[in-house]
């Protein structure tokens, strides 16, 4: 038996303390959030600001790159039931605190502009919490199996080697797409 | 009416629904669950690993966690922590997610107390049984569930009623080469793990394949020896077990002081409610839920909860002390085998030890030790990716974020070590009702509060240092062991003490509630001290023995 050791560290266990903290800075518009068609516009709008940030986290001449596909993802498993609906609402508000802090224009800062706004972000323990997250999502988008549509022709698995176990999925829990 | 309706379909309960079918009574085997079959399963991480896809969703069913912080007990409801305390809820229960490293206990882990007396702040009392009246019943587990191993002798070792496994162990990275050279140059013995893997195919189950991703993940060959696979399965064959998936137990109903009469069901899938009859009931909802459920269950006749009379319901939970580590073997200064072996995928690690199960240290006193199992770290691709990427504090990214992942993947391999020592029971680890939070049954949920003690720590923190010393011998680098007293959520037990005693106990030696006559507990709810292996064969095991003693009763019904 795996010992299934919860880690405290993630910062998951205080999540709730940021969405109070979210709701400190007028970002609570988000909790509000009820259906479907809501999320879709809600997602769109911060949409350019999360691939910006993925950008500069997977820059396009480094070996992990990230890939045009991982927005798709990111909606397409965020609109699943599956997922957390406290992260839901942190992802969508932790881009619009970003802009807030650039004055909606961090997705036109120049690269090194970009790395100074987010290591500004990184100190505060609401911004290093929602960048991590960012990470974490891009690289399920990366490294899940190629059904997802993202790993295609498991171009991320063949670059560190590492291949998903047998049998592969044939279906996607997130259901049928085209993609 | 049903002979017997069993509630939860994990390792316990498949166990008891197997034995009674083939004795050709008629049972309901009731799982809140759906039904996944082995074809249904894949490796696929971002469903079965990144999201809750065989566990409730946690706004929907969930625990509060109490823990103490600066002085004061502290209630969180796993909603809001994401700590969640399900461990697979589909037919087969968390037996289709487990690694499978399954080993006996000692015969003196049923007498702790006998053996080292009152341990002050801790509830230590010697099991009803003895080793000897399981025995027979770990080996019927082991033939049944298809658990592959080698018998080595061991000081520490507990006897067998049979010469060695009837599966020979499953394959082997060639690193346990260098581990077992580690080892034996510290003086330390290593022992082959029994494994609940099927090495050769076995009655419709196909051999492991080796898919490199086991643990956490359901098989696709049959071979691990899952409650559904091993038990369910051929119970089905008889045409005596009615599977009812897709089917949660709100409480159970007892019409006087001495039986159950039938459980309130409600189907997960229309939420229509409906009774189940029964002439007998079996709980295996896993510990820290079938306690609930006595306690949701009280009535007039039982106040304070089903089966409670002695008050004891729901005290003395355990988890599993000790903790894991970890080290890093690159191919610089690769000792004993060659780096494209090491990094062959797949093959099992396969080796424990058992040299601190018990402890006579010259400087640190005589005390019982635990067990230690190595392994690879988990293969899951983006759990390996996320890890670590922060360099003093901060995140990395940019180029360095990509070199720093290939390099992780391409130039090291991550062995590990698990110590499973005894959690001891005391009086701050129980699961009682929440007073305000109720799940979207309307039932009340458990209210989990968790405390380790003291010795638990300082037993997981003495066989790490030796683990760490095994790693640094194998020329590992960046070696590193967690200890705490935070629980391994899917190592859990107790809460429904067996004892001879109704007044200290809630079920006899046969795990049958003191209080009611038609009522048994399967699960490892039973258990006063949990021994210092994981739980699963001692589990399979004691629901046979359980099941036998049902048989008896039911014949003379």
Redesign the interface.
Known sequence: MLRKDFIKKTGIMKRRNFLILGSALGLFSYLKLKKSDDFEVAFKNVKPTIEAVQGHMFPQNSKLPLSLQTSLFMYETMSHPSFDKDIRVFVLEGASELEKRHDNHFTSLAAQEKEIALRAYEETNYGSAWLSQIMTLTLEAHFSDPIYGVNKNEKYWDEVGAYGGLPRPKQRYIGTIDV | MYDVVIVGSGASGGAVAYTLCKAGFKVALLEKGRLMKREE???????YC????VTP???DEYHTIEEKVEGEWVA?PSY????SFW?GNIVGGSSNF?????HRMHPDDFRLKSKYGEIKGANVVDWPIGYGEMEPYYALAEELVGISGHFEPHPFAPWRSTPDFRQAPTKENAVVKLLDKSCKTLGITPLVTSRAVLSASKAGRDAC?Y???C???GC?SGAKGSSREALIVPALATGNLTLLSNTHVKKLHADNTESVSYAIVVDTITGEEKQIKAKLFVLAAQAHETARLLLNSANEYHPHGLANSSGELGKNLLF?G???GQGELYKEGLKEIEFEELMTTGLFVNRSVLDWYFIDDPKEGRFKGGSVEF?FE??N??S???KD?QEEG??V???A???R??K???EQKSIRF?I?NDWLPTDDCFVALDPVHKDKYGMPVGKLRLNGHPQDIKVGEYIAKHCEKILQEMGAQNIYA?ISA?P????VAGGCRFGDDPKTSVLNKECRAHDVKNLYVADASFMPTGGSV???WTIYANALRVADAIVKQLKNI
């Open positions: 399963f894949s490796k696929d991480e971002q469903a990144r999201r809750d896809l969703n946690l706004f969180t809001e922590s994401g700590w461990n487990m690694s499978g490293m399954l394949y898919s490199n991703f643990g956490s993940y696709s599993s000790g903790g894991s392994m988990h293969q691709i983006i390996r990716a996320a990427n901060k995140l990214w940019g180029s974020l990509g070199e992942i290939v992780r993947f391409r698990e499973f967690s935070v391994a959520q899917n190592l994981p739980y699963t």
